[in-house]
């Protein structure tokens, strides 16, 4: 079956440090793979996706890119900000994301201290 | 607004009692999804809906049951609560191959 696996929290980092989660996945077939941000006591908002191997995500100075090789998807910021505080998931979907599920990682908490 | 909506945002309830939980989306999807997110921050699809037809249905007791009256809606309904439900609980939906678009989530509590 499809899993996701990435970094336990919490992170913790200083304003404008460089921010990376890992995450990998095992899956059948040519998933597509997303990032998910969830800010406290709010719902899942899309932070970015790809689709295909190669392709790489962007979103809000966020980047991830999609490694077929290495069955990756590493999320990764240059310079992260306060508000940028969340949990973070990467999930992934063996049809683009649409009629079927997602399998999700079990999420990374990030802080971010000024 | 566009979205997906849920009501109660909060539900708490005793344990044994039958409770639901109403999901709407005016985005026009076709599919639509239920999960569960327990205390350690633990997603899982529970249910999903494709035009009224049931896509997936995991591991799920039966005391849940998803009801869609209508395409735009996709209720979750809990009979004979017991403490273990407790969690948050996300609707999802989407458009055919596409990204799912989160509504904010109702946190039940089973006493």
């Known amino acids: 079956g499809n899993s996701v696996t990435q970094m336990e929290g919490p992170v913790t980092l200083s304003e404008e440090a460089f921010l990376t989660i890992n995450c990998t996945y095992t899956a059948t077939g040519y998933p597509s793979l997303f990032w998910y941000v969830q800010y406290p006591g709010e719902g899942l908002q899309l932070l970015l996706k790809?689709?295909?191997?190669?392709d790489k995500g962007s979103n809000k100075g966020f980047e991830a890119t999609y490694r077929k090789e290495t069955t990756s998807f590493h999320l990764e910021k240059g310079s992260v900000q306060v508000s940028d505080s969340a949990v973070y998931f990467c999930a992934l979907s063996d049809q683009g994301g649409g009629a079927d599920g997602l399998t999700f990682g079990k999420g990374t908490h990030l802080i971010i201290q000024p | 607004d566009t979205a997906v909506s849920q009501t109660p945002k909060y539900l708490v309830t005793q344990m044994g009692n039958d409770k639901s939980i109403k999901c709407e989306q005016n985005?026009?999807?076709?599919?639509m999804y239920w999960y569960k997110q327990d205390s350690k921050k633990f997603l899982k699809i529970m249910f999903s809906?494709?035009?009224?037809?049931?896509?997936i249905n995991e591991t799920v007791p039966n005391r849940f049951s998803p009801k869609s009256p209508d395409k735009a809606h996709l209720n979750l309904h809990i009979n004979s609560l017991e403490l273990g439900d407790s969690a948050v609980y996300f609707c999802a939906s989407s458009p055919r191959d596409s990204e799912q678009f989160f509504g904010p989530g109702t946190r039940l509590t089973v006493l």
């Open positions: 790809a689709t295909k191997a190669d």
């Open positions: 985005l026009g999807h076709d599919t």
């Open positions: 809906y494709n035009n009224k037809e049931l896509i």
